[in-house]
């Protein structure tokens, strides 16, 4: 399968800091990139959706605001988590489609992030 | 966008035996796809199977799709210990996959 990467793959930092976390495609070209989070024992949220050179949906709850998210290149996303708390402590995962006629979805091994 | 359920909820079977997941949706699809995620780890792509295909393949994988009953079926062959997993499925329309809370296989040796 197609690899999709992320770094970095844990972070622990200060509240109040901001934290931004890449996310690439390595040996294609997406049409779309998708940032999840995940809660221990808890399935993947979808959290918003990047298309190259626009701006990012995002999923309802999800303050747009707190999670910057720019999608630079067919390869490159970023999410940008602005003034870290506690509470966003997590596990986030990228994701990256391929595009017709595959349309399959490939997912980054995920960053733990901590604030302390 | 819909998601998935896999049912059941978390499996254990004896390492060798066979290991059957099911999915099931609600909407008509593009295609569907099957992921494995490892504890604290990404999700890893399985197998994505087309909506005008039934059957699918791979190495000791196999999936069916029946589109008439909005269901897919995962079958792991000769379970071995690192197949212990969650494993989700992805049913794709047009837009976004969303994920249920998978089936968590565990394989005893």
């Known amino acids: 399968g197609a690899v999709v990467s992320q770094h970095p793959s844990r972070v622990i930092c200060k509240s109040g800091t901001s934290v931004k976390i890449e996310c690439r495609s390595l040996d294609f070209q997406a049409t779309t990139m998708f940032w999840y989070r995940q809660f221990p024992k808890q399935s993947l949220m979808l959290m918003a959706t990047s298309n190259e050179g626009s701006k990012a949906t995002y999923e309802q709850g999800v303050e747009k605001d707190k999670f910057l998210i720019n999608h630079a290149s067919l390869t490159l996303s970023t999410l940008t988590v602005t003034s870290a708390h506690p509470e966003d402590s997590s596990f986030y995962i990228c994701?990256?489609?391929?595009?017709?006629?595959?349309?399959?979805?490939?997912f980054g091994p995920g960053t733990r992030l901590t604030v302390l | 966008s819909q998601q998935g359920e896999e049912d059941p909820q978390a499996l254990s079977i004896q390492e060798g035996e066979n290991a059957t997941m099911n999915c099931s949706y609600k909407?008509?699809?593009?295609?569907l796809q099957w992921y494995r995620q490892n504890s604290g780890r990404g999700l890893v792509h399985l197998i994505l199977?087309?909506?005008?295909?039934r059957e699918k393949h791979s190495g000791r994988l196999r999936v069916t799709l029946d589109t008439s009953k909005k269901s897919s079926s995962l079958l792991i062959t000769a379970s071995r210990a690192a197949d212990t997993a969650s494993y989700f499925c992805a049913p794709f329309g047009n837009e976004k996959l969303t994920f249920g809370t998978g089936t968590r296989l565990t394989i005893i040796p």
């Open positions: 994701s990256a489609r391929r595009g017709e006629p595959y349309n399959e979805q490939f």
């Open positions: 909407t008509s699809i593009n295609n």
């Open positions: 199977i087309r909506s005008n295909e």
